[in-house]
């Protein structure tokens, strides 16, 4: 990312994603294409399954720390991609939905039981149940009632083939400084840094 106003907004946050690279990727770039080919919109630069945000500038190497004995526990995450969707107003997004795979949903709810015990600041934490696991597509907020609901109906449907994968680490993705840092952590390692 490269938007001093995109950089701007997300200081001091951090990101735990899942960043799928092969099937699932494809289908997003040629979902993402589509959707700009029709209009102009804020958009993610990379694909990412979003597990958690936080906003802990200060206690960031704790957070990070908290994460890497989540990832030595965590075994492969099948992600399989279901429809395209959308979240409604007031967020107007639109979305590649994901089914729930017993490996995601185990992966979410093992990270939610490893915060319980913290005092972290999450940002729009959801139970695993109603978590909606997806990637971003377009970010459509600024569009009028009508053109987004003309993008919306013309957007939405499942998918007839289900790409899937399988992700074997997530990513740590913080913004200090107007700068966007991150770390890759591999699941079921125990590093020694």
Known sequence: MTSPTQLASLEGQQYLVLRPTRAVSDVYRAEQRSALGRMDAPHP????????????????????????????????????????????????????????TSSLVSAYANLSTALEATDFRRLDERSTEEWTFHLS???????????????????????????????????FVWYEDGVEHSEVIPFGLRSFR
Do not use: M
């Open 137 to 171: 597509v377009i970010y459509a907020k600024t569009l009028s009632v009508a053109a987004w609901t003309e993008l919306s109906h013309k957007s939405r449907r499942s998918l007839s083939k289900r790409p899937a994968e399988t992700i074997t680490e997530a990513e």
């Open 45 to 100: 630069h990379t694909e990412h399954v979003t597990l958690r945000a936080f906003h802990e500038p200060e206690r960031r190497d704790e957070l990070l720390s908290l994460i890497r004995e989540w990832a030595v526990a965590q075994r492969p995450i099948e992600v399989v991609a279901e429809a395209v969707d959308v979240f409604p107003t007031p967020w107007q997004t639109v979305i590649l939905r994901l089914t729930r």
